[in-house]
């Protein structure tokens, strides 16, 4: 029910924007969220938006670097990623849930994963 693309290679200092495409059943009811898993770690929080886009949180490692937005009209939730360093690479996954939480435990559908591989 969420489709995720939009990864690829960057050099460091680069932007990428990842897209979520959500059915429209799975969008008009849950908030959007953002994680990410690099090698070797846990999943981790990276962003997420209310339905209007209100609210947002961000991870304090991307604040003012990523911004997190959706277009309700196309069921899409957006990641624009911008000064792209070395330790954002990973495998980067859109999730909806009922809440807005940093916890991915609490979102209930998560997409298949994009990968992001910023290089030096």
């Known amino acids: 029910q969420l489709q995720a693309s939009g990864g690829g290679l960057v050099q460091a200092g680069g932007s990428l924007r990842l897209s979520c495409v959500a059915s429209?059943?799975?969008?008009?009811?849950?908030?959007m969220g953002w994680f990410r898993r690099a090698p070797g770690k846990e999943r981790e929080f990276v962003a997420a938006?209310?339905?209007?886009?209100?609210?947002?949180y961000y991870a304090d490692s991307v604040k003012g670097r990523f911004t997190i937005s959706r277009d309700n009209a196309k069921n899409t939730v957006y990641l624009q990623m911008n000064s792209l360093k070395l330790e954002d690479t990973a495998v980067y996954y859109c999730a909806a849930g009922p809440g807005l939480t940093t916890e991915p435990y609490e979102y209930n559908y998560w997409g298949q994963g994009t990968q992001v591989t910023v290089s030096s």
């Open positions: 429209e059943r799975t969008f008009s009811n849950y908030l």
């Open positions: 938006t209310s339905w209007s886009g209100g609210r947002i």
